[in-house]
Structures are given as structure tokens and as C-alpha cells.
T-cell receptor, first 114, second 113 residues
Framework: GENVEQHPSTLSVQEGDSAVIKCTYS??????FPWYKQELGKGPQLIID?????GEKKDQRIAVTLNKTAKHFSLHITETQPEDSAVYFC?????????????FGTGTRLLVSP | DVKVTQSSRYLVKRTGEKVFLECVQD?????MFWYRQDPGLGLRLIYF???????EKGDIPEGYSVSREKKERFSLILESASTNQTSMYLC????????????FGPGTRLTVL
């Protein structure tokens, strides 16, 4: 089955810096890669996703890149702000499972200091 | 505003008790999911359901069962709670399609003593 590895487990940056979180996956059949943000006391919330027919996707200060050959994808946050502090999860899913079965990474705790 | 609600934010139970965790969504979603979240392990899928009365095992179903009698409600059952089931439990729902967004509830932190 699919295995998703995520690094780093914790990341501390200064406000205004960029942050990068990296994930690798094992199943070449995976073709959908969402990123979720979990704030303290809340459930995870989708912030951006990418499908395997696209190499990069941007939404304001966040972007995701996908390298299918190397089986890795990354989340990039530019001009970080204190409200970006949260736990971020990457995930992978393959359409051939028939249902949306996401396999999540282990999470990255991002701390943005003012 | 879309919503997934879970019956309790915090729950404390004794070893051997039968525990019910309830989840309700108001989005008319076909798919519902139960995950447990543990530090360093991320989110792991326990069970999911793609239709009323239908269920599929996830990656860690041992010690758990589920019930989906109505489309909007998905229950997780711990038949005989054990201390290793102390965890944060998250419910989610999504519409049809393999790449539809999953909407999560706020979670239930269960402690088994």
C-alpha cells in the first residue's frame, strides 16, 4: 500500500521568511495530493491540492510542486505570517482505489515567530 | 457554512467500557471517514463509508466497528475500550469522487483509563 513520508517534523521561521515542507510517496498510482492545515483545537482543513497532470499550483502565498518521477511533492509558503503557525499534513490518494482513501504524512509543526 | 460535528470534544472512559463516538455532517455527503491522530503518526484511517449501511476497513480497524444507519450520521464504536485507544479521533466527510475535499470535524480527545 501507499506510504507517505513528511519532513521536517518541526519548522521554525521568522515572520516574512519562506517555509518549505516536503513529502515523498511510494505508490506510482497515486495521482491526487492535498495539503491540510490544522490549527490548535480544530480539525484539518484543505488549503491546496494538486493532481498528477500538473507540476505546480499557486494560491496567493502558498504553492505546491509535484515531481512524479521522483515521487515527491512540496508545500511552499512565502512571506510567512504568525497566523500560518499550525500543523501541516500532506496526503496522497490513487483514483484506482475506487474510493477516496487518503494516506497522510506524519505532519509538520510550523512556528512563525514575529 | 459546511459543518461536521462530533458529539464530544473530550471523553474519559474506563478500560473495558463500550464507547460510542458520533459524527454528523450537514452537507449531504456520500462519504464519511473516521481517523485517529497520534503524535508522530499523523492521521490514520480506521473505517470509512461510501453509502448508508456500507462500510470499508481502513488501515487500522482492529478494536473498532462503525455504524451508518442514516446518510448524515457515522458512528465509531469501541466494543471494549483499551488504554492503547487513548487518542484524538477525527471524523470527516466528502462528496462523491476520488479527489473531493474532505471536511473534518473538530475531533474528540478520548482518554481510556
Amino acid at each position: 500500500g501507499e506510504n507517505v513520508e513528511q519532513h521536517p517534523s518541526t519548522l521554525s521561521v521568522q515572520e516574512g521568511d519562506s517555509a518549505v515542507i516536503k513529502c515523498t510517496y511510494s505508490d506510482s498510482a497515486s495521482n491526487y495530493f492535498p495539503w491540510y492545515k490544522q490549527e490548535l483545537g480544530k480539525g484539518p482543513q484543505l488549503i491546496i491540492d494538486i493532481r498528477s497532470n500538473v507540476g505546480e499550483k499557486k494560491d496567493q502565498r502558498i504553492a505546491v510542486t509535484l515531481n512524479k518521477t521522483a515521487k515527491h511533492f512540496s508545500l511552499h509558503i512565502t512571506e510567512t505570517q504568525p497566523e500560518d503557525s499550525a500543523v501541516y499534513f500532506c496526503a496522497a490518494s490513487a483514483m484506482n482505489t475506487g474510493f477516496q482513501k487518503l494516506v497522510f504524512g506524519t505532519g509538520t509543526r510550523l512556528l512563525v515567530s514575529p | 457554512d459546511v459543518k461536521v460535528t462530533q458529539s464530544s470534544r473530550y471523553l474519559v472512559k474506563r478500560t473495558g467500557e463500550k464507547v460510542f463516538l458520533e459524527c454528523v455532517q450537514d452537507m449531504d455527503h456520500e462519504n464519511m471517514f473516521w481517523y485517529r491522530q497520534d503524535p508522530g503518526l499523523g492521521l490514520r484511517l480506521i473505517y470509512f463509508s461510501y453509502d448508508v449501511k456500507m462500510k470499508e476497513k481502513g488501515d487500522i480497524p482492529e478494536g473498532y466497528s462503525v455504524s451508518r444507519e442514516k446518510k448524515e450520521r457515522f458512528s465509531l464504536i469501541l466494543e471494549s475500550a483499551s488504554t492503547n485507544q487513548t487518542s484524538m479521533y477525527l471524523c470527516a466527510s466528502s462528496g462523491q469522487g476520488w479527489n473531493n475535499e474532505q471536511f473534518f470535524g473538530p475531533g474528540t480527545r478520548l482518554t481510556v483509563l
